[in-house]
């Protein structure tokens, strides 16, 4: 219980701001320490599937929020689909936990995600808008939330992007064609 009353201060003090923000400005302000320079320092697929995950996110944050049927609503969900095809593509280069050759567990999100994409988007063509709506619905929170939340796990770049720290990321592919190794490379961060 201690730990939380040095936040009290300065959720008192941000009585000028909507209430629903105080607790967000005051643990924010006290743990978090945004820095682009790991992700900056990432290989161009990691920047990709960075920015294209990011972005998915946005736009499937609107698309749960909007107007469903609309033209603005298909126009969305074809951006939606195109992030989302380009970050499960750009996810099969970033090799940093190798179980099956350079594929980790994450990596069978990816298979799910470019399996079910194109199901998602033949449902809602044919008008079966439910099965669509539950396809969509479910790669949100699985693809991008879920697996989104294993990003921050210390000792992952999005970890040292919100955090502040700084950590080793290392590529545990490709194999060392002259030994039976993999290659350890090290991404400076």
């Known amino acids: 219980m201690q730990s939380f009353l040095h936040l009290l201060p300065r959720v008192v003090r941000c009585r000028s701001r909507p ?102 988007v033949i449902s809602a063509r044919r008008g079966n808008i439910g099965r669509h709506a539950r396809i969509m619905t479910f790669l949100f929170i699985a693809a991008l939330l879920i697996a989104g939340a294993f990003t921050f796990i210390p000792g992952r770049i999005m970890h040292d992007v919100v955090f502040g720290t700084t950590s080793t990321h290392e590529r545990c592919w490709p194999v060392d064609p002259d030994q039976t190794t993999l290659l350890q490379t090290r991404i400076p961060v």
């Open 19 to 120: 209430f629903v923000f105080c607790p967000i400005i005051a643990f924010s302000s006290r743990y978090l320490t945004v820095t682009l320079q790991p992700l900056a320092s990432a290989s161009l697929e990691i920047q990709l599937h960075t920015i294209t995950a990011i972005a998915a996110f946005l736009v499937g944050v609107i698309q749960l929020i909007a107007r469903k049927g609309t033209p603005s609503h298909r126009m969305r969900g074809r951006i939606w689909v195109a992030l989302m095809a380009v970050t499960a593509v750009s996810s099969l280069f970033v090799n940093t936990n190798c179980v099956w050759g350079p594929f980790g567990p994450i990596h069978l999100l990816t298979l799910l995600t470019l399996i079910m994409l194109p199901i998602g």
